[in-house]
């Protein structure tokens, strides 16, 4: 009984942690997060010239946690359809965020071969990149899952 | 697995955001169900049940790949 007790209590704690979601209004304040974020990594790329790369760090961050938010918050209109869909794009997005990171590297080492002679050092994709191209796929399939569906 | 959602809301009258409305969901959800893009779930198709007053297998139909 005790054992049955504590099993209930684990599969509860679970569902709660699979079905978390934010609320819609999160939505906005990812997209807006994300925008702060894109502009100020152009500023930071083209107008600035001084060396900060504590902003660098902030902004990846930024992006990052604001394509989290749009990830993981609510739809106007949730339903069971909506929550199947998100399911797939996870799923979608988790396998083509593997094979990224295992192609990748070669093709940019490829490329930086052919484009200047002599070439760099072959280099692993850094954690940013694999997790915002994972998020990106998420947001894009989702998107394109739900207008046709 | 195709249903005959369409014909059942026609009998009631109701167009499909109305449909939506009653169960709690989406107009596109609705018209992905009718369009056999979307199969629902139990709850959700027993609650089409008692709006059509109808047991589940009268508007849902296994087809051969089932």
């Known amino acids: ?149 | 697995m195709q249903n005959t959602i369409k014909v059942e809301r026609a009998i009631l009258n109701i167009t499909q955001d109305e449909l939506a409305k009653l169960i709690g969901v989406s107009r596109q959800t609705i018209n992905s169900i009718e369009a056999n893009r979307y199969v629902p779930s139990t709850v959700l198709a027993l609650k089409l049940s008692k709006l059509f007053n109808k047991p589940v297998n009268d508007f849902f139909i296994l087809s051969e790949n089932d």
Request: glycine share 6%; net charge positive; aromatic share 12%.
């Open chain 1, 1 to 149: 009984m005790n054992t049955k007790r504590i099993c209930d209590s684990e599969r509860k704690r679970f569902d709660k942690i699979i079905n978390f979601r934010l609320t819609h209004k999160f939505m906005n304040i990812g997209i807006a997060i994300v925008a702060i974020s894109i502009i100020t990594m152009f500023v930071h790329a083209f107008i600035m010239d001084s060396d900060t790369e504590w902003l660098k760090i902030i902004t990846k961050q930024g992006l990052l946690l604001g394509m989290l938010l749009m990830s993981i918050s609510k739809d106007k209109e949730e339903d069971e359809m909506t929550i199947v869909l998100r399911a797939q794009s996870y799923a979608i997005a988790f396998i083509v965020g593997v094979a990224y990171a295992l192609i990748m590297p070669y093709v940019e080492f490829g490329v930086s071969n052919v484009v200047n002679s002599g070439g760099e050092a072959f280099k692993e994709l850094g954690d940013f990149q694999v997790l915002t191209f994972m998020l990106m796929i998420q947001l894009m399939f989702y998107h394109n899952l739900k207008r046709y569906r």
